[in-house]
Antibody, heavy 118, light 110 residues
């Protein structure tokens, strides 16, 4: 059974850093492309970042230069390092497994809340 | 960047048919995917590649896509279908890849 479990969210001050984790089971993270998608309170879904099986990474313009996506194949875990956090980064962050060719997400984690506030 | 437009809300009585639209420039040339999200829960894929259903999704959920509009159709609506619904496409027209979501439609079952 495919499962994605996020952790690492919390309250952080503006300008601070946080690292999110997404532990996967039931499949191999490095064999798929994986993304982070966020949802601000009361708002819609926003794609944040992707890491492909080959290791290439891409980011939404809103986080480029501040966030870094990575994975640890030995732990089958996806990460999102978030630096220089802003109030507008406050959101529930979901990790999601992507499906090749058609580019949709077939499995999502339960999400972890990041609150950026002083 | 590519923009997807959804109506903020759709209301329907139980047993009736709900249609949720997703507008985009020549969206008929793209593959459209739909997610259902209930309060406090993660999104769930209900339709992919315009009209295919993942295993476990009822046949009441169907999709179509042509021209500038994609549509998610929910037949014989039940109270449990009340949720937010998001359309999504993959946009490679800009200088990098981008997964684009519509703004979401809240389905209310009267």
């Amino acid at each position: 059974e495919v499962q994605l479990v996020e952790s690492g969210g919390g309250l952080v001050q503006p300008g601070g850093s946080l690292r999110l984790s997404c532990a996967a089971s039931g499949f191999t993270v490095s064999s798929n492309y994986m993304s982070w998608v966020r949802q601000a309170p009361g708002k819609g879904l926003e794609w944040v970042s992707v890491i492909y099986s080959g290791g290439s990474t891409y980011y939404a313009d809103s986080v480029k230069g501040r966030f870094t996506i990575s994975r640890d194949n030995s732990k089958n875990t996806l990460y999102l390092q978030m630096n220089s956090l802003r109030a507008e980064d406050t959101a529930v962050y979901y990790c999601a497994r992507g499906v090749r060719i058609l580019y949709y997400f077939d499995y999502w984690g339960q999400g972890t809340l990041v609150t950026v506030s002083s | 960047s590519y923009v997807l437009t959804q109506p903020p809300s759709v209301s329907v009585a139980p047993g009736q048919t709900a249609r949720i639209t997703c507008g985009g420039n020549n969206i008929g040339s793209k593959s459209v995917h739909w997610y259902q999200q209930k309060p406090g829960q993660a999104p769930v894929l209900v339709v992919y590649d315009d009209s295919d259903r993942p295993s476990g999704i009822p046949e009441r959920f169907s999709g179509s896509n042509s021209g500038n509009t994609a549509t998610l159709t929910i037949s014989r609506v039940e109270a449990g279908d009340e949720a937010d619904y998001y359309c999504q496409v993959w946009d490679s027209s800009s200088d990098h890849f981008n997964w684009v979501f519509g703004g979401g439609t809240k389905l209310t079952v009267l």
